[in-house]
């Protein structure tokens, strides 16, 4: 940090990491992602949007707290859910940051998940229901244009039903009135571990 703008060189990029990788270790994936990674997204966010610059900083921010979240869920070890978790995000979405904080909090709790990412259309997330039964369904929308009452209601159908749970700021709330719909990645977390039966 300079002032109040971020510069990013080789240098400061690794200190960076580093102390995301210290603070996740020592904090765990939620309270870092609350306490220290979406403030500093926010102050990055803010500096493009008050004079239009540091859209690098922002992307290889992204990049590297990407980076450090899958690790977290590659090492995972003896799941507790005897089937995967699915985490998509709908329609044409691609901020899916929040996606890999939660799998990696997820991971933390021993519960292993699909990962569709980005971009996810309602005949992938379909298929991977009937293909997977998964005990719960997250997905997210940042924007309120790929949030579709579709993703909602034309779900396959399914025994034992999963969990529909939804989060983001692009859902409306008028389409939601029969799922979950997560505050934030503490709330998706508890959700997800009610539907794993812990």
Do not use: Y
């Amino acid at each position: 940090l300079v002032g109040n703008s971020i510069k990013f060189t080789a240098t400061g990029t690794i200190f960076i990491e580093t102390a995301l990788r210290k603070d996740i270790a020592a904090n765990g994936v939620i309270a870092s992602w609350t306490e220290v990674i979406v403030p500093l997204l926010f102050l990055v966010g803010n500096e493009w949007e008050a004079d239009g610059s540091g859209i690098e900083v922002e992307h290889m921010l992204t990049e590297i707290i990407k980076r450090i979240l899958r690790e977290g869920v590659a090492e995972i070890k003896k799941p507790i859910n005897a089937q995967p978790v699915l985490l998509a995000a709908v329609g044409e979405e691609m901020h899916c940051l929040a996606l890999h904080a939660l799998a990696a909090a997820l991971a933390e709790k021993r519960i292993e998940t699909f990962f569709l990412g980005a971009r996810t259309p309602l005949e992938a997330i379909s298929g991977m229901i009937k293909r997977s039964a998964p005990p719960a369904v997250f997905l997210w929308a940042q924007l309120s244009q790929n949030s579709d009452s579709k993703f909602l209601t034309d779900l396959p159908a399914i025994r034992p039903a999963p969990r529909l749970i939804v989060g983001g700021p692009g859902w409306d709330p008028e389409i939601c009135s029969n799922v979950v719909v997560a505050q934030d990645l503490t709330h998706a977390c508890a959700e997800i571990e009610r539907a794993v039966g812990h």
